[in-house]
């Protein structure tokens, strides 16, 4: 009796922790893309890195040639799978955690000089410390005054999109005084509208001041005169 125990507490013990039919078939399909270590992730850790490559033997299943740099040859050849699942995953994960978590059969030095062949190039990362500055002034000032005050490693169009990002509106005073208007009419033939804005409407737009300008049929003389 008690060693019928034994056997119905081993075969329970097998029936957890043996190897499934579908493991099986897994290591089958897959031993020859991928490193036995890379399969323990493939199989959910059910196996170790010693018991993969221990029945990968007692089934015969012999891994490739490697080339001189020690990478199996099979893993320079991308499948059309394998491409989708990394133009789905690129942006958000780096390489390493692509090749742990999703194409388990490249490296991340493989996925990375994929990537690079692909063009896929993240853009540059914003620092908390810019973030928060831009959260703060965002709403204040032009991308191109973003740009000269705040962000000069960053283009025109990386500060709007991570403006539109935030859902950061400008403030666009949307009222001319009578002194503003007085400052177009005198230099508004005279001076570029960047110049104008600079030294007298920092609280205009650049599209502002040239709708207004156009509103009042200013037009350019294109040569600029000292103020006087």
Do not use: C
């Not at 075969?11 to 290591?27: A, D, V």
């Not at 090749?99 to 490249?106: D, G, L, M, N």
């Not at 994929?114 to 993240?122: A, E, R, S, T, V």
């Amino acid at each position: 009796m008690k060693n019928n125990k034994g056997h119905l507490a081993l075969r329970k013990y097998w029936s957890i922790h043996g190897w499934k039919p579908k493991e099986i078939e897994t290591l089958k399909k897959f031993y020859k893309k991928i490193t036995d270590k890379q399969m323990v992730i493939k199989l959910k850790h059910r196996h170790s890195k010693k018991a993969i490559s221990a029945k990968r033997l007692e089934l015969g299943l012999k891994k490739g040639k490697k080339t001189r740099q020690g990478i199996i040859q099979s893993h320079q050849i991308w499948t059309p799978e394998e491409v989708e699942i990394l133009l789905s995953v690129w942006k958000d994960y780096n390489q390493r955690e692509i090749s742990e978590q999703f194409i388990p059969s490249k490296t991340p030095v493989q996925i990375n000089h994929k990537k690079m062949q692909m063009g896929l190039k993240k853009p540059p990362v914003w620092t908390n410390e810019q973030r928060a500055l831009l959260l703060d002034n965002g709403a204040d000032y032009t991308r191109t005054e973003l740009q000269k005050k705040f962000f000069p490693d960053k283009t025109r169009s990386q500060i709007s999109d991570m403006r539109k990002h935030f859902g950061i509106k400008r403030n666009l005073p949307q009222l001319w005084t009578e002194k503003d208007l007085d400052i177009l009419k005198k230099y508004g033939s005279i001076w570029p509208d960047k110049d104008i804005q600079y030294e007298f409407l920092p609280d205009k737009s650049l599209k502002q001041i040239h709708s207004k300008r156009r509103n009042l049929n200013i037009k350019k003389n294109y040569y600029k005169q000292g103020v006087k």
